[in-house]
DNA sequence: CCAATAGTTGAAAAATTGTTCAACTGCGAA
DNA sequence: TTCGCAGTTGAACAATTTTTCAACTATTGG
């Protein structure tokens, strides 16, 4: 087998330390791994879904009172919702007219802890 | 006391649960919080810096060498390691012309396997 | 000191993401 | 069954982010 190669290499340098780069690239989860994970910190990479995710780790709360809370219209809401929807964050019941969204797990509240812990820790 | 205002409130709807906003509101953190937050974890939402961390979580690495296993430009990649820096995330060590990069801490290694375990639960 | 290579930088281009707007659905009350 | 309100939707627009490119710095070896 010729030097270790990449896929779709747009790398412009030369592998400095073939043994390292090896024992990296078994090692290296499948592709569609990153690419689910990265998706999965979209969700947490925006302010607003942030705030309103510590709205919903507090409370179960509706779409209009989410809105009001972060200041933004029911369409950004609800547009928020349904992408955190789609990666099971969060989960809602229906109670007439109004629907009720919260945190379908605790991972929200973990991921955002070490976020928190992170912040703390790395300022000097 | 009027009702309850949101500084720069643009959104379309009332109230419905006046007890829930202000119950919520009294416990949602500052704003520069989640600013904060959002963009930590925007260093974790891309494939790109994922796959780039998916390797430092194995063995430290150079530049050239990460680019070459990620298949992108050393260029992409020393933007990257810059933007994880400033957070904190990665460090370096130089050995002559070669910087060697690793994590910083632990965190990296907590937030994404919970991410994963968030992945592995949330799929039926 | 000069050449070669590792890595960095900033600005422009390309790609992605968030918000807005207007029209829509669904539910309950009258 | 009609009206009003809660919420959703998709497309257009705006804002942000990632990649690329070319020029740059730093370090080593000759």
Redesign the pocket.
Same mark, same amino acid.
């Given at each position: 087998m010729a030097k270790t190669e990449h896929s779709a290499s747009?790398a412009d !340098?030369?592998v400095?330390h073939p043994d390292i780069v090896d024992y990296v690239r078994k090692r290296l989860p499948e592709s569609h791994i990153s690419l689910n994970l990265a998706n999965l910190f979209?969700l947490f990479?925006?302010q607003?879904?942030i705030r309103l995710l510590q709205c919903l780790l507090t409370h179960e709360m509706?779409? !209009?009172?989410i809105a009001v809370t972060l200041g933004?219209?029911?369409?950004?809401?609800?547009?928020?919702?349904?992408?955190l929807k789609l990666s099971n964050i969060v989960r809602?019941r229906?109670e007439?007219?109004?629907?009720?969204y919260s945190l379908a797990d605790e991972h929200v509240e973990k991921i955002v802890s070490i976020g928190l812990e992170h912040l703390l820790e790395s300022e000097e």
């Open positions: 747009s !340098c030369q400095l979209k990479a925006d607003t879904r509706c779409v !209009c009172d933004v219209t029911k369409s950004a809401v609800s547009h928020h919702l349904h992408a809602f229906r007439g007219q109004v629907i009720f």
